[in-house]
Each structure stands twice: as structure tokens, then as C-alpha cells.
């Protein structure tokens, strides 16, 4: 087999130009500002929020509930009234509950092993949980829906609630110490 001697210089023109071509200084990657990182950041957890909100709200409406809304993001709604004392910060909460993602999926109850109890504002629980119980009499039942940032966060609780999840509280508060 001959070596075509056009195509040996074509071959030898088109090596040299590739070899020319990316041969072309690399212009160094700009890297952002503490300030931009910073933005970009609150943008990205401004519009993770945003979405979260969009999925409680179709959460709510799927299920008709007539929630009350607190400034911090925490809804709730009463189901069955009680007659007992009021929740306040520093005295013991004993309650009975099922903890459920916003997909339904059942991730903690108290059926099995009987109530719980937590010092309200104290103890190792969601803050949302902390706030929404204050809401709430000896004897209620309740709805009580906790934003991420406001239950496990970016986390979730390194077992069954992922990272970024809804958790709602199908709750009693049975009594107050």
C-alpha cells in the first residue's frame, strides 16, 4: 500500500493547526467574591423556601385543612379541642404522635412504645415543634406541618427523614407537667 503524499500533507497541515490552535493561553478561571458566593447562596436558599412553601400550600389544599399560618413558616390546625392548661415554655410536654413526610410516608409514632415527653423550649426536638406546642392546650389534637429549615434542615436526622424535608405532626398533647 502507498502513502499518498497529498494526504501525508494534509494530515501534517491539520496536526500543525490543532497543535497551534489549543496552543492559545489559557485565561485563568475567574473565581467569585465572598460577596457573590454569598448571594448566590441566599438566592439558592431563598428559591429551595419558595418551592418548600408551594409544596406545604398543595399539601393543605390537597387535604382541605384550615390551618393557622405563624410568621416563622409553622401551619397547624386544631382538630379536636381540649379543655386543659396551655403549653408554655420550660414546663414538660407529654405527648402521643405520628411524624409523616409531606408524601405521607410514616417515618416515627408513639403507638408502639407509648408518649413521649420534652421540656418545651429546652429539649432536643424541632424548633417548629417548640413553637406550635405553645399554641396548644392539654387534651387538643392537631395538625402541626414543620418547614425543613424549621424541623432537621439541610441535614435531615441521619435516619428516616432525608435532607430539606416537610415533617407533619399528627399530635396530642395529653399533658403538661
Known amino acids: ?16 493547526s490543532l497543535c497551534f490552535l489549543s496552543c492559545e493561553e ?18 439558592a436558599n431563598k428559591q429551595a423556601v419558595e418551592k ?6 398543595g399539601y ?7 390551618v393557622i399560618s405563624t410568621g416563622t413558616g409553622v401551619h397547624y390546625q386544631i382538630i379536636k379541642k381540649g379543655e386543659g392548661e396551655k ?3 420550660g414546663k414538660k410536654a407529654v405527648v402521643s404522635y405520628e411524624v409523616s413526610l409531606i408524601d405521607g410516608t410514616i417515618v ?20 417548629g415543634l417548640h413553637e406550635a406546642i405553645t399554641y396548644l392546650h392539654v387534651g387538643d389534637r392537631a395538625i402541626i406541618i414543620i418547614p425543613s429549615y424549621l424541623a432537621h434542615g439541610l441535614a435531615g436526622d441521619f435516619d ?6 416537610t415533617i407533619i405532626y399528627n399530635l396530642e398533647l395529653i399533658a403538661i407537667k
Open 52 to 57: 418548600e412553601q408551594r409544596q406545604i400550600n
Open 87 to 89: 403549653a408554655v415554655e
Open 1 to 16: 500500500m502507498r502513502f499518498n503524499k497529498h494526504i501525508g500533507n494534509y494530515f501534517f497541515i491539520g496536526l500543525f
Open 108 to 127: 416515627y409514632s408513639t403507638k408502639e412504645k407509648g408518649p413521649e415527653e420534652f421540656t418545651i423550649g429546652e429539649d432536643n426536638v424541632e424548633s
Open 26 to 43: 489559557e485565561k485563568p478561571i475567574e473565581k467569585p467574591s465572598p460577596s457573590q458566593v454569598k448571594e448566590a447562596l441566599i438566592e
Open 160 to 165: 428516616k427523614i432525608p435532607v430539606r424535608s
Open 60 to 66: 393543605i389544599e390537597r387535604r382541605k385543612l384550615d
